[in-house]
């Protein structure tokens, strides 16, 4: 498998998600724009994960890029700014925040019956759409420059 075509592959699905993400919370459909920005989280911290090695199907990257960080520490400090490191970092800590939301955001809390669309609301989806933009820009700044 080619590690540059899985990432810019998961870097494409992590835009098309957050630009999903944008629009359900236009429309106020809070809980899918909470389930689409977990999804582009996710897919921006595989991006990264796939310049080095092909990422897992688990909705929480978070161990996989904090064990890239921490095995290429050195390369990617070599390459990158000084802040890069504290951002694939926050990227992790928000792929482990937001991976429950893939649950709650699609099936509810069913042990209580609640519906997704019951437990999200404007601010929620506003602060998961915002770590979204986030850690898009921050795994495009990272796939581009690592593939240069």
Sequence with gaps: MDLREEAEYRLSLAESNLRDSKKFLDDKLYHWAVLSAQLSVENS??????????????????????????????????????????????????ASELAPDHGRATYGIIERRVLPSEIYGEPEAQRAVCRAEEGCKTADRFVKKWFQ
């Design 45 to 94: 911290a595989k991006a990264v994960i796939s310049c080095f090695r092909i990422p897992s199907w688990l909705h929480d990257p978070s161990l996989e890029l904090e064990d890239v960080l921490r095995d290429w520490k050195d390369d990617i400090s070599s390459r990158f700014e000084e802040n890069i490191v504290e951002a694939l970092k926050r990227l992790a800590e928000t």
